[in-house]
T-cell receptor
Framework: AQKVTQAQTEISVVEKEDVTLDCVYE???????LFWYKQPPSGELVFLIR??????QNEISGRYSWNFQKSTSSFNFTITASQVVDSAVYFC?????????????FGKGTSLLVTP | DADVTQTPRNRITKTGKRIMLECSQT?????MYWYRQDPGLGLQLIYY???????NKGEISDGYSVSRQAQAKFSLSLESAIPNQTALYFC???????????FGPGTRLLVL
């Protein structure tokens, strides 16, 4: 079963619009970690944020913000005033104890296109 | 210099050939991982290593083998490459079980 679901396969917005990328996860562990990574067209994976299951505080970093809600098992990512350089595939990932000792379970990614 | 490097960055090979993808890191991390990414999919875990003497299979290890030559080096081998192993391969490292994984730049592999 998919542990991380990113229901939005592709999103297209016009520059300066706000956009939210959804992430829903599934785990039985009480201790787990959630991540967002960015994969620009060049292909590398860039770490954006790590959140542990005991910290439900929202995080803001510049134009990026993250909303973690344990009650709905969601960890959504919002880009405010999007820019063309934000165009990329964004992956949400879950790390739990499991059989592979905290290896990452990735969602299938959301492809974001920001047009001028 | 990059903390996690992968060589080669691109590789074209033929069905049945044996190839090796190499990963090196200067982060001093004990844990290293190999993932593959197929178009439209997330990353899938192939193998992972907690230290030089501890290597474990991931969810899609069939057709692959690994070698942890040193703390800083973790190689992935395709013993007899087949076309459905065409993918983007990533190496990653982390300082511990709950720590962030940092990824190398990836190796694009095409098996003809």
């Amino acid at each position: 079963a998919q542990k991380v679901t990113q229901a939005q396969t592709e999103i297209s917005v016009v520059e300066k619009e706000d956009v939210t990328l959804d992430c829903v996860y599934e785990t039985r562990d009480t201790t787990y970690y959630l991540f967002w990574y960015k994969q620009p067209p060049s292909g590398e994976l860039v770490f954006l944020i790590r959140r542990n299951s005991f910290d439900e505080q929202n995080e803001i970093s510049g134009r990026y913000s993250w909303n973690f809600q344990k009650s709905t098992s969601s960890f959504n990512f919002t880009i405010t005033a999007s820019q063309v350089v934000d165009s990329a595939v964004y992956f949400c990932a879950l790390s739990e104890r499991g059989d592979s000792g905290y290896a990452l379970n990735f969602g299938k990614g959301t492809s974001l296109l920001v047009t001028p | 210099d990059a903390d996690v490097t992968q060589t080669p960055r691109n590789r074209i090979t033929k069905t049945g050939k044996r190839i090796m993808l190499e990963c090196s890191q200067t982060k001093g991390h004990d844990r290293m991982y190999w993932y593959r990414q197929d178009p439209g999919l997330g990353l899938q875990l192939i193998y992972y290593s907690f230290d030089v003497k501890d290597i474990n299979k991931g969810e899609i290890s069939d057709g692959y083998s690994v070698s942890r030559q040193a703390q800083a080096k973790f190689s992935l081998s395709l013993e007899s490459a087949i076309p459905n192993q065409t993918a983007l391969y990533f190496c990653a490292t982390s300082a511990g079980p709950r720590e962030t994984q940092y990824f190398g730049p990836g190796t694009r592999l095409l098996v003809l």
